[in-house]
């Protein structure tokens, strides 16, 4: 069974910067898309970024675009999420989530982790 575990969230200032991790165990494929969500209360959660196993190709979502990256950690089947410049508006609970598709539609992806927090607050 697919398990994602989600870190690297917390308190930063406005124009800060965080890495999120995001860990797999457990595929079943070699080729899968990896990507990141955020939800922030009372609102629908979002795609943010996206990776293809494959190729390593990306997406971004026009929000952040330029300033976050999403990339291949050091350890195997690690993900990071750096994000650079950070705003108040980004602050919401981070997911990670595997599916087929190099999307940024949450509907497209099945497997998720449990969330971590990132607060963009002075």
């Known amino acids: 069974q697919l398990q994602l575990v989600e870190s690297g969230g917390g308190l930063v200032q406005p124009g800060g910067s965080l890495r999120l991790s995001c860990t797999g165990s457990?595929?079943?494929?070699?080729?899968?898309?990896l990507g990141w969500f955020r939800q922030a209360p009372g609102k629908e959660r979002e795609g943010v970024a996206c990776?293809?196993?494959?190729?390593?190709?990306?997406r971004y979502s026009d929000s952040v675009k330029g300033r976050f990256t999403i990339l291949r950690g050091s350890a195997k089947n690690t993900w990071w999420l750096q994000m650079n410049s950070l705003k108040s508006e980004d602050t919401g609970t981070y997911y990670c989530?595997?599916?087929?598709?190099?999307?940024?539609?949450?509907?497209?992806?099945?497997?998720w982790g449990q969330g971590t927090q990132v607060t963009v607050s002075s």
């Open positions: 990776i293809s196993s494959g190729d390593d190709s990306t």
């Open positions: 989530a595997s599916g087929y598709w190099r999307v940024l539609d949450p509907q497209q992806y099945d497997d």
């Open positions: 457990g595929f079943d494929s070699d080729y899968y898309a």
